[in-house]
């Protein structure tokens, strides 16, 4: 089992990603099925988030807790990453200096009204 240290990083991460897919046998999969297989995850999380909502669910459906859908989706996420050689932390600055040229309208106070569009400053 590889080591992950009990703070990690995001290239931390990426890094254990990577190894547990060799340890696993998952090395081979392609992009297309990690996205797919996140697809998944995605699902599964809604289903937990509407179990912890209250919101009705098939009582016959397994369904697991918010944060394991979360950490699944995590996986997947540095599992996509890595097959195309980007470094999560460096992305994921480089969108918010971009997304910090925008203006953000305000959440809306009602659920289910539409989520606000970024525009960019002038």
């Known amino acids: 089992m590889p080591h992950l240290d ?56 397994k369904v697991g807790h918010v944060s394991e859908e979360l950490a699944d989706i995590l996986i997947y996420l540095c599992a996509i990453a890595n097959r195309f050689g980007i470094q999560l932390e460096e992305a994921f600055r480089q969108k918010e200096e971009i997304n910090s040229r925008r203006t953000w309208a305000p959440a809306p106070a009602a659920s289910g009204a539409p989520e606000p569009r970024p525009q960019e400053k002038p």
């Open 6 to 61: 009990p703070r990690p990083t995001l290239a931390d991460l990426q890094r254990y990603v990577a190894e547990l897919e060799v340890e696993r046998g998952f090395q081979a999969q392609d992009v297309v099925q990690k996205a797919l297989l996140l697809g998944e995850e995605v699902g599964e999380l809604f289903k937990a988030l509407r179990k912890s909502q209250g919101i009705s669910i098939d009582p016959q459906s």
